[in-house]
């Protein structure tokens, strides 16, 4: 959790800056909105991580449910056909 909080932060903090360079706004400027953006870039990535890891959750106890359900069901009987 910790590494996407980082690089959530990283990705917001070199998107904003380097739009804003690019726009030709003021370094003093772009260095706020890109702390602001670092912020909101961590955060954003922690929630993304955190929907991920749930559904990764849910796919995996689902899987072992119908794992589960598949064992404890018994086997079709096989019918024998004796020839005649």
């Known amino acids: 959790m910790k590494f996407v909080f980082l690089a959530g932060g990283f990705v ?8 804003g360079l690019g726009a030709g706004r003021d370094a003093a400027l772009v260095l706020r909105d890109a702390a602001i953006g670092c912020l909101a870039g961590a ?4 929630w993304f991580w955190s ?10 106890e689902r899987r072992r449910k119908e794992a589960h359900a598949s ?14």
């Not at 955060?43 to 922690?46: A, C, M, N, V, Y």
């Not at 069901?73 to 005649?84: C, D, E, L, N, Q």
Request: glycine share 2%; hydrophobic share 60%; no cysteine.
């Open 12 to 19: 917001g903090f070199a998107l904003v800056a380097l739009s």
């Open 51 to 60: 929907v991920v890891v749930k559904a990764l959750a849910e796919t995996v």
């Open 71 to 84: 064992e404890a069901k018994p086997a079709p009987a096989a019918t024998s056909a004796r020839p005649r």
């Open 43 to 46: 955060f954003l990535f922690r």
